[in-house]
């Protein structure tokens, strides 16, 4: 389909960077996607302040024995936990819904605004633009996964003592290896929304409505979490996106679990390639009318 | 009908638009060929790694007994993957709250981090296991659970137990160093059962070598054990012993009326090398609560569960019979279950010399209790349940 191939490649290379900031730079500054960042940010806040209201006048530790997202019993004595279970709560449903509402509105939201044709005017062809499309999205990913975990360090650090922290293991390591391992499950709690991206971006190629594809995607994250529920149906379990989601926690074993981490990523990497292709082969044919 | 349907594309005009419906199914090949090829890697990838059997040379059962009597493992670490399917319904945690039930008589009297609570889960399901081991001093064994752990670990005098999705420790000491700490703890791994297999084995039992397979990624030889005397309901025990440390690798219990394996425990990854002397340190978390051994004692531990004890019966019980059939009996000293109660629904009614009595199943355990309140269990059958109870009367 495009026609701009013989163009000179680092010419090209150039400008697809450009339409990849300019694309990043259209997202963040949407009112839509502050919104949701806003949200995000504010999750870590509000556990925060609720477990330091809940533990301020009585006695620390102890209690509370299992209740709420994981890693929550810990907060109160080491503030970089708060970071653990503010991914634990949010990457269920907050994380993957701006993702979807990202992922929906990329090809769709174009083209009920009418400027997808515009955009394909310039050479860049239809793959590329898709290719581009979704490197947005998972630079979103990247960006509102980090969102909360900032956010919930500096509560963490705010509210609680920071310092050594023991792994679910019992061993201890130190505090500068815990926020090494912060990070990296910052990485794969990103990477773990790699799949709903996709599927949103497939989901918004094979409509002109913005709002339908945002509504398609997040109800699809809705359903396929419930199914996840449903015990008769565990044989279909390992291949849904959300199953291996808090493997994350993994990462804070001694030595690390890395069964269910690896199977998390290859999933991910699994749906991309399906329904990355499936939009390609959706977008590259489509009529675009608007 | 659909004449322009060709492949010569003579009529331009008119053969163009099937041409590009055509060329747009032929996109969505991309989606389908890779799920197809990631399907088929799925269903592969497990069946090529299955190299076959390993070769190894022959051995009898009597050497490969001894192989596993002689092996001095003193370090490892591994993962243990346990499944137990004993059949019973699925009480949740009725189930642990009656077999911790002697210890606390509410929940709060415990600790989310005592190994006897919380080692019994182990006895439905499946669960994945890490063990580590240092010589007798020094062991761990950790319960994975969703982004909690539960681990217990003896380093030295000390044993501590701890729940990280509760944030609670449990510690106790042991006086003598050496395998008390070994011994406290239910069986979890297969060098566990197996040595509680080996010790049922008699004149009553046939004890074979079937063969060699491959078990997390170690040549093994397997040790068949098949009790002869009738009325067990125990089909068989299988253990694969590694071959080059004697190990028992793997273990797995099948009910003589088949099906599913009742108890399947085996490592899924394996090695020989010394852990990491940080894994057995362990200091409390701060502002974790701490549960010290004394502080349960009050309500007296139970030190064993029955149900897990294949070959020894605690104390108080009697045995009847002798191998495979033998019959574990007590007296609870009460009149029984009262009748037309919840618990009577779950079993059935027999009649004998001992009066009459209500048998519950699982797939293992058959247990038979009388109106007169004497319990009789064991690994049998219904039949030879009762036959052992009228003649015991």
């Known amino acids: 389909m495009s026609r701009a191939e013989t163009a000179v490649p680092g010419v090209r290379w150039r400008w697809t960077f450009g339409l990849f900031r300019s694309e990043l730079l259209t997202t963040l500054r949407r009112w839509r996607t502050l919104a949701l960042l806003g949200v995000l940010v504010a999750v870590p806040v509000l556990i925060g302040v609720a477990v330091r209201i809940e533990t301020g006048g009585g006695a620390p530790g102890g209690g509370g024995g299992g209740e709420g997202p994981a890693f929550i019993s810990q907060v109160t004595n080491n503030g970089l936990f708060l970071v653990f279970a503010a991914l634990a709560a949010t990457l269920p449903f907050f994380l993957p819904m701006a993702v979807a509402v990202v992922a929906g509105d990329a090809v769709a939201g174009e083209a009920s605004a009418g400027t997808l044709r515009y955009l394909l005017v310039a050479p860049a062809g239809r793959t590329r633009l898709l290719l581009t499309k979704y490197a947005t999205v998972l630079a979103f990913c990247l960006v509102a996964t980090l969102a909360v975990a900032v956010s919930a360090l500096t509560v963490g650090a705010l509210l609680f003592p920071l310092g050594d922290l023991t792994t679910i293991s019992g061993t201890r390591i130190g505090f500068a290896e815990g926020l090494v391992r912060a990070l990296l499950i910052a990485l794969v709690v990103a990477a773990s929304l790699v799949g709903v991206a996709a599927l949103g971006l497939f989901v918004s190629t094979l409509t002109n409505s913005g709002i339908a594809a945002m509504a398609t995607t997040v109800g699809l994250l809705i359903t396929v979490q419930i199914l996840d529920h449903i015990p008769q149906l565990h044989a279909l379990h390992p291949y849904f996106f959300s199953h291996y989601w808090l493997s994350f926690a993994d990462l804070m074993r001694e030595p690390v679990y890395w069964e269910n981490l690896t199977r998390n990523l290859g999933l991910q990497a699994l749906y991309a390639a399906v329904f990355g292709s499936a939009a390609w082969a959706r977008f590259t044919a489509k009529d675009i009318t608007s | ?393």
């Open chain 2, 1 to 393: 009908m659909a004449p322009h349907d060709t492949d010569g594309n003579t009529t331009a005009g008119e053969a163009d638009e099937p041409s590009r419906a055509r060329r747009r199914a032929a996109r969505y090949v991309v989606p389908v060929t890779v799920m197809g090829v990631a399907a088929a890697t799925i269903g592969l990838v497990p069946a090529l790694a299955d190299s076959g059997d390993p070769d190894l040379p022959e051995i009898t059962a009597a050497q490969l007994i001894e192989k596993i009597a002689k092996s001095d493992v003193e370090q490892l670490s591994g993962t243990v993957k346990i499944t137990t399917d004993l059949g019973l319904p699925d009480l949740g945690g009725l189930e642990s709250s009656l077999a911790s039930g002697a210890m606390s008589q509410g929940e709060d009297d415990g600790s989310a981090a005592d190994p006897a609570t919380r080692l019994t889960a182990l006895a439905s399901g499946t669960h994945t296991l890490r063990v580590a081991t240092d010589g007798p001093e020094r062991q761990k064994l950790s319960l994975l659970e969703d982004a909690a752990e539960y681990s217990l670990i003896h380093n030295g005098k000390d044993v501590w137990g701890y729940d990280s999705e509760s944030n609670e420790v449990y510690h106790g000491t042991v006086d003598e160093p050496v395998g008390k700490a070994e011994e406290e703890r239910p069986p979890a791994t297969p060098k566990d059962f197996a040595e509680e297999a080996l010790k049922s084995v008699d004149d009553t039992t046939s004890v074979t070598v079937d063969g060699t397979a491959q078990v997390a990624g170690r040549d093994a030889y397997k040790l068949v054990i098949k009790p002869e005397q009738p009325g067990s309901t125990v089909g068989a025990i299988s253990v694969a012993v590694d071959h080059r440390t004697g190990m028992p690798l793997k273990f797995t219990l099948t009910p003589a009326a088949g099906g599913a394996a009742v108890v399947d425990v085996g490592f899924t990854k394996v090695s020989f090398d010394k852990p990491a002397a940080s894994t057995f340190d362990f200091t409390p978390p701060k502002g974790a609560k701490v549960t010290e051994e004394g502080d349960l004692d009050k309500g007296g531990r139970p030190e064993h569960e029955p149900e897990k004890d294949l070959g020894k019966g605690p104390d108080g019980m009697t045995m009847l019979g002798e191998g495979w059939t033998t019959v574990a009996t007590f007296d609870t000293g009460g009149a029984g279950l009262p009748a037309g109660g919840f618990l009577d629904s779950l079993g059935d009614k027999v009649k004998g010399d001992f009066g009459t009595g209500t048998v519950f199943s699982t797939r293992l355990i058959n247990a038979l209790v009388t109106e007169d309140g004497t319990v009789y269990a064991g690994a049998v059958t219904k039949q030879a349940l009762v036959k052992a109870a009228e003649e015991a009367k």
